[in-house]
């Protein structure tokens, strides 16, 4: 597609629920990243996601959160017993290979717990 | 943790004026980009400066870059009333170009 795509773009879900949060990055993008982002907060990094390698978990702020990408393309975040602190925009973005490239965001998807 | 921060955290400014935003670091960089948010949402990235740049354009946009300081400036000359909005700088220093951004700072231009 031309941009990077996120579904839902908005999501509510009760606490202590399972959610899971879908990017759907730019072809021949090979790196993913996932960041947070809190009310009137900068961005919080999460995953990031490059080819074939390892991904690079540690800004992961819990077990409760996970995240893969098949076939080095659409990735999934999975946030399981959501917590209201939980609450945020996640922002999902890729980037060509190579040096001196900005991210491409996509649109983010808000989430609520309750 | 933070590695950019932005300064100032908020400013406001009538339609044609210029506009300065201020972003400081703590460790070396690969580069340092600026990105621009509206009403909380994706991110478009501006432009990017690599550290051994000093000084970049692009259209109304210019960057400075100070290593010695760990600093950048962002101007926006002419501002118009749609570029309103949060402003990130974000910088890299690993293989993995994995950005660490700022609070942002929020323009408001008034028309």
């Known amino acids: 597609g031309a941009g990077v795509s996120q579904s839902p773009s908005n999501k509510v879900?009760?606490?202590?629920?399972?959610?899971?949060?879908?990017?759907d990055p730019i072809s021949g993008h090979t790196?993913?990243?996932?960041?947070?982002?809190?009310?009137?907060?900068?961005?919080?990094?999460?995953i990031y996601f490059q080819g074939n390698s390892a991904p690079d978990k540690s800004g992961l702020p819990s077990d409760r959160f996970s995240a893969e990408r098949t076939g080095g393309s659409v990735s999934?975040?999975?946030?399981?017993?959501?917590?209201?602190?939980?609450?945020?925009v996640y922002l999902c973005a890729s980037r060509p290979p190579g040096q001196g490239h900005g991210y491409t965001f996509g649109s983010g998807t808000r989430l609520t717990v309750v | 943790s933070q590695q950019g921060e932005e300064d100032p955290q908020a400013l406001s400014i009538q339609e044609g004026e210029n506009a300065t935003m201020n972003c400081s670091y703590k460790t070396s960089i690969n580069n340092l980009q600026w990105y621009r948010?509206?009403?909380?949402?994706?991110?478009?990235?501006?432009?990017?400066?690599?550290?051994n740049e000093r000084e970049k354009h692009s259209g109304r946009l210019r960057v400075t870059?100070?290593?010695?300081?760990?600093?950048?400036?962002?101007?926006?000359?002419?501002?118009?009333?749609a570029d309103t909005a949060s402003y990130f700088c974000a910088t890299d220093a690993g293989s993995n170009y994995k950005l660490t951004f700022g609070k942002g700072t929020l323009l408001t231009v008034n028309p």
């Open chain 1, 76 to 88: 999934t975040l999975t946030i399981q017993r959501t917590q209201q602190e939980d609450s945020a």
């Open chain 1, 31 to 46: 790196a993913l990243y996932w960041y947070r982002q809190s009310l009137g907060q900068g961005l919080e990094f999460l």
């Open chain 1, 13 to 23: 879900t009760e606490k202590g629920k399972d959610v899971e949060l879908r990017c």
């Open chain 2, 65 to 81: 870059l100070d290593t010695s300081k760990k600093s950048s400036s962002l101007l926006i000359t002419a501002s118009r009333a």
């Open chain 2, 37 to 51: 948010q509206n009403s909380g949402r994706g991110l478009v990235h501006l432009i990017l400066i690599r550290s």
